[in-house]
């Protein structure tokens, strides 16, 4: 069985590493190409878009694929959509794997946004210490905002004409803990939060030390999931997977 696996998260990365060293799957892994020095996983891999829902098809094709499993991130709808509307029109059975969303807690001092713009005009008109971890495509529209001091992590350096001026960058790539997140809010005295609602373990500490300093976090909602056969997780993806292994497909 031939399988491809839209990635770019920690659940895709987990699917593969399950399916490595697996007779009866070859599976494929598939990058947006973003990161520059991705940890790849001990499958094949493969980088960059397929160029829309026709190349897409294509591919399931030309690679005679027997299902797709989109483990993209919840922020990545433009991909979910193309690998919808490919896997129905190329007759193949496609499983999304949608982690589950951070849910605000006792204690939190959330402010819901629609999107980045939002997010942007919720920081106010006064100037702030902003942590910024919306990742480095979406930095745009805090430049419309440059009276704010700006720390921005994100896994790779942003383009440095992305940046609000003044920013500071920090590159790291999770998981982060909560004691090392703590301890960066109080030594930058931070005063709010960034972030989109990314859910899962990795990035969370953040949420969590900013419960226990009293730190007001701006929440970017999710965009909406495509519809289909969706799981939140790795091991159901398998548990999927193997099903229809064991199936034929
Ligand atoms: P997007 O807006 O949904 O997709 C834009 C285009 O990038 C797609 O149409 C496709 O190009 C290409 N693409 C996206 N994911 C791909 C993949 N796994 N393999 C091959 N091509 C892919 O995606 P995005 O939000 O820019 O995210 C890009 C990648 O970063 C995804 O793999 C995603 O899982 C990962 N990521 C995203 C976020 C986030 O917040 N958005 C956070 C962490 C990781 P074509 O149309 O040419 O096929």
């Given at each position: 069985?031939?399988?491809?696996?839209?990635?770019?998260?920690?659940?895709?990365?987990?699917?593969?590493?399950?399916?490595?060293?697996?007779?009866?799957?070859?599976?494929?892994?598939?990058?947006?190409?973003?990161?520059?020095?991705?940890?790849?996983?001990?499958?094949?891999?493969?980088?960059?878009?397929?160029?829309?829902?026709?190349?897409?098809?294509?591919?399931?094709?030309?690679?005679?694929?027997?299902?797709?499993?989109?483990?993209?991130?919840?922020?990545?709808?433009?991909?979910?959509?193309?690998?919808?509307?490919a896997?129905?029109?190329?007759?193949?059975?496609?499983?999304?794997?949608?982690?589950?969303?951070w849910?605000?807690?006792p204690?939190?001092?959330?402010?819901?946004?629609?999107?980045?713009?939002?997010?942007?005009?919720?920081?106010?008109?006064?100037?702030?210490?902003?942590?910024?971890?919306?990742?480095?495509q979406?930095?745009?529209?805090f430049?419309?905002?440059?009276?704010?001091?700006?720390?921005?992590?994100?896994?790779?350096?942003?383009?440095p004409?992305?940046?609000?001026?003044?920013?500071?960058?920090?590159?790291?790539?999770?998981?982060?803990?909560t004691?090392?997140?703590?301890?960066l809010?109080?030594?930058e005295?931070?005063?709010?939060?960034?972030?989109?609602?990314?859910?899962?373990?990795?990035?969370v500490?953040?949420?969590?030390?900013?419960?226990?300093?009293?730190?007001?976090?701006?929440?970017?909602?999710?965009?909406?999931?495509?519809?289909?056969?969706?799981?939140?997780d790795?091991?159901?993806?398998?548990?999927?997977?193997?099903h229809?292994a064991?199936?034929?497909a």
């Amino acid at each position: 069985m031939k399988i491809l696996i839209l990635g770019g998260t920690t659940e895709a990365s987990a699917i593969a590493n399950g399916l490595a060293g697996d007779p009866a799957i070859q599976a494929v892994l598939s990058l947006a190409g973003r990161t520059r020095a991705p940890v790849l996983p001990a499958i094949a891999a493969r980088r960059g878009g397929f160029r829309g829902v026709e190349g897409l098809v294509r591919y399931l094709r030309d690679e005679a694929i027997d299902a797709l499993i989109d483990a993209t991130h919840p922020f990545a709808t433009q991909m979910s959509r193309h690998a919808l509307a490919a896997a129905e029109q190329a007759g193949v059975p496609r499983l999304a794997v949608v982690r589950p969303a951070w849910v605000r807690q006792p204690g939190d001092d959330w402010t819901e946004s629609a999107d980045m713009a939002d997010a942007m005009r919720a920081l106010g008109e006064r100037s702030r210490r902003v942590f910024l971890t919306v990742g480095q495509q979406e930095l745009a529209p805090f430049a419309k905002a440059p009276w704010h001091d700006y720390l921005i992590r994100s896994v790779e350096p942003p383009d440095p004409s992305l940046l609000p001026p003044g920013a500071r960058c920090i590159a790291a790539r999770g998981p982060f803990e909560t004691a090392g997140e703590r301890w960066l809010l109080e030594r930058e005295a931070i005063e709010v939060i960034v972030t989109k609602n990314s859910g899962g373990s990795a990035t969370v500490a953040k949420l969590i030390a900013a419960r226990a300093l009293g730190l007001p976090v701006v929440m970017v909602a999710r965009p909406p999931a495509v519809a289909g056969p969706t799981v939140v997780d790795a091991a159901r993806a398998l548990a999927w997977i193997r099903h229809h292994a064991l199936r034929g497909a």
